[in-house]
């Protein structure tokens, strides 16, 4: 069984947005390439995709959109990440299950990853990235992602996509 969880994805300029405020990132990090990025709303685990797709569409159901923005960089241990703001972020993260999780809720983009043990390795990526901030978009999908372990770090793929409202 694939393991499932659900995601906002950046569009390309804010990608792009990204990427050139990075530049070339060298530090020691194992840095997350563009295609990954994404904003986590749910983390399921291994699932049956049909079974899921069919209790995530009913949970966002009549949805609206969300808007969206990245901003400084904060960490957690072994982890550099962006911070995701928007006032409908964590609602529409608990309507996909995030409230489910034993840990608060905190929308974000992983940029990197480094050892626990050496914290100092993110922090001048921290600090650099403590003015960045996206444009803002409005976030229209939802899909349901599936992550396989391959040499190099897991493989995402869309496995569906919900529309939410437009209005």
Do not use: C
Request: no cysteine; charged share 25%; glycine share 8%.
């Amino acid at each position: 069984m694939p393991v499932l969880f659900s995601a906002l994805l950046p569009p390309e300029d804010v990608v792009e947005e990204i990427a050139a405020a990075l530049g070339d990132p060298r530090s020691g990090l194992r840095w997350e390439p563009p295609e990954r990025w994404h904003i986590t709303l749910a983390y399921y685990g291994p699932d049956d995709v049909g079974t899921r797709a069919a209790w995530l569409g009913e949970r966002l159901a009549g949805r609206g959109g969300v808007d969206v923005r990245l901003e400084k960089a904060a960490t957690f241990p072994g982890v550099l990440w962006l911070t995701a703001v928007g006032p409908e972020l964590t609602p529409l993260a608990n309507a996909a299950g995030a409230d489910a999780e034993p840990r608060p809720y905190r929308a974000h983009l992983t940029l990197a990853r480094f050892p626990r043990e050496e914290p100092g390795l993110a922090a001048r990526w921290t600090e650099s990235l403590q003015s960045f901030t996206s444009r803002s978009w409005r976030a229209t999908e939802v899909v349901l992602m599936t992550s396989e372990r391959e040499r190099g770090g897991p493989r995402y793929s869309v496995a569906r996509a919900f529309e939410l409202d437009r209005g």
